[in-house]
């Protein structure tokens, strides 16, 4: 083979591999039979697996954004199961049909509270604080 061209080479090597086969198609039919199944089976089994972590990783990525957004602010519900938004201020009555609530009694909304930064009564003081054994005058 030393001084054939690359392609003649090729295809030398391709011929031998066609005879090879179409001696033993047998041999060939027998590894396809036996074989063949479990592999389309190993790769079913793979995608299903691969499927499944995607999913996986889908549902763990989803409770991690649920967890890192902001509780939702509470709502009045009155004891009828509707919004404080259907009840008419002057009347206290709900404005939905046929409901038989009379007045809104349920809890009030709440306000916006400001907080302010906790801070340290010592540093606060304008004057030393005196100790208990000691008197103003000397």
């Known amino acids: 083979m030393t001084g054939l061209h690359p392609t003649a080479a090729?295809?030398?090597h391709s011929t031998a591999i066609v005879q090879v086969v179409s001696n033993d198609w047998w041999a060939a039919l027998v590894f396809f039979l036996v074989f063949g199944g479990s592999i389309r089976e190993a790769f079913r089994r793979h995608h299903r697996r691969r499927l499944a972590v995607l999913a996986a990783k889908a549902e763990l990525a989803e409770s991690r954004n649920a967890a890192k957004r902001p509780a939702p602010e509470?709502?009045?519900i009155c004891g009828c199961s509707h919004h404080l938004s259907f009840h008419n201020?002057?009347?206290?009555?709900?404005a939905v049909d046929d409901c038989r609530c009379q007045q809104y009694v349920g809890p009030e909304p709440l306000g916006h509270v400001v907080a302010l930064p906790l801070v340290d009564p010592e540093r606060m003081s304008a004057a030393p604080l005196l100790d208990r054994g000691e008197s103003g005058a000397h």
């Open 10 to 12: 090729v295809l030398e």
């Open 74 to 76: 509470p709502q009045p």
């Open 89 to 94: 201020p002057a009347t206290s009555s709900c």
